[in-house]
Nanobody, 133 residues
Framework: AQFVEFGGGSVRAGESLRLSCEVS????????VAWFRQVAGKEREGIAC?????????????KGRFTISIALAASSDNARDTVYLQMTNVRPEDTAVYFC??????????????????????WGQGTQVTVSS
């Protein structure tokens, strides 16, 4: 499995930003994907997840402002699917390193567990987002 994240940068409060995570080696009919963020010295925080079957869940901190989605590549040996995080009306408190993650989905678990970093073994390298006031 490979993850390539990009799209981070510096923006001002109220602006928008889209993060991308190109993923290969997963069948998203069977996997959940999520975005997490982390500030130095704090625990990694789950903010958005998308389960196999298409259900989404957002943390209260980003609900109504961020949207997770996935674009599936056309079938080919080198196909990469892309997981997006569309961020709108960003705030200074959104400043963090953002990570995408994926792991096999288990339907018997509550959707809320898919915002826990403990559920994921496969991670991107992270991309910095800085929001100035």
């Amino acid at each position: 499995a490979q993850f390539v994240e990009f799209g981070g940068g510096s923006v001002r409060a109220g602006e928008s930003l889209r993060l991308s995570c190109e993923v290969s080696g997963f069948d998203f009919d069977d996997y959940a994907v999520a975005w997490f963020r982390q500030v130095a010295g704090k625990e990694r925080e789950g903010i958005a997840c998308l389960t196999a079957g298409g259900k989404t869940l957002y943390s209260d901190a980003v609900k109504g402002r961020f949207t997770i989605s996935i674009a599936l590549a056309a079938s080919s040996d080198n196909a990469r699917d892309t997981v997006y995080l569309q961020m709108t009306n960003v705030r200074p408190e959104d400043t963090a390193v953002y990570f995408c993650a994926a792991d096999r989905f288990h339907a018997h678990k509550s959707i809320h567990v898919w915002l826990s970093h403990w559920e994921y073994d496969h991670w991107g390298q992270g991309t910095q987002v800085t929001v100035s006031s």
